[in-house]
Each structure stands twice: as structure tokens, then as C-alpha cells.
């Protein structure tokens, strides 16, 4: 059973970064991709950024140039740098990882940007 934990998540002012994890239950080089998703009260879940298993990234445009994904299999985890977070970003966070055939998430972190 694949288990992928978020952390990372919290209070943060306009301008401000924080950093989010996804630790993964055992080696994260068999997904195919891993990504982070958000969704707020009453709208779908939408991706922010994925990762390969080879490197290649992908961003959603509300991201690009604040937000970086990156991942340490010797770790296991999988991180979402957001740098310049603004009010708009505030949501759930999830981790999502894809093998061939499968789809995995986690339980989700709150990331809330506010004065």
C-alpha cells in the first residue's frame, strides 16, 4: 500500500515562501510522474506542478517563475518551493503520484496566504 504524507503547510503573508513536502512510503522512482494539486471549498482539483521520473516539470501558468518542483529519490520525497505566494494561492494542497496504472494521493496540507 502506497502512502504519501504532506507537510509543509501553514499561515503565510502576501510575499511570503514556504516549502511542502511529500514523503512517499517507499522508493518514488517506480511513479511514472508525482505532482502537487490544489483545490479550494466548491472547485475541482487542479494541478499545480508535476514532475517526471526523468526531471521534466510542469507548471501551471498561475505558477510559473514562483513555484519549483523537485524531487530526492534517495529520499523518497518530492518538494513544491512557492516563492511570491499571494492570497490566490491559498487551498488544500495534495501530492499525487502515477505509476502505469495507478493513482495515489495524499491527505493534503493547508497553505493559507493572508494578512
Known amino acids: 500500500q502506497v502512502q504519501l504524507v504532506e507537510s509543509g503547510g501553514g499561515l503565510v503573508q502576501p510575499g511570503g515562501s514556504l516549502r511542502l513536502s511529500c514523503a512517499a512510503s517507499?522508493?518514488?522512482?517506480?511513479?511514472?510522474?508525482m505532482g502537487w494539486y490544489r483545490q479550494t471549498p466548491g472547485k475541482q482539483r487542479d494541478l499545480v506542478a508535476r514532475?517526471?521520473?526523468?526531471?521534466?516539470?510542469n507548471y501551471a501558468d498561475s505558477v510559473k517563475g514562483r513555484f519549483t518542483i523537485s524531487r530526492d529519490n534517495a529520499k523518497n520525497t518530492v518538494y513544491l518551493q512557492m516563492n511570491s505566494l499571494k492570497p490566490e494561492d491559498t487551498a488544500d494542497y495534495y501530492c499525487?503520484?502515477?505509476?502505469?496504472?495507478?493513482?495515489?494521493w495524499g491527505q493534503g496540507t493547508l497553505v493559507t496566504v493572508s494578512e
Open positions: 514532475i517526471s521520473n526523468i526531471g521534466i516539470t
Open positions: 517507499g522508493s518514488i522512482s517506480r511513479f511514472a510522474t
Open positions: 499525487n503520484a502515477l505509476t502505469l496504472n495507478k493513482e495515489y
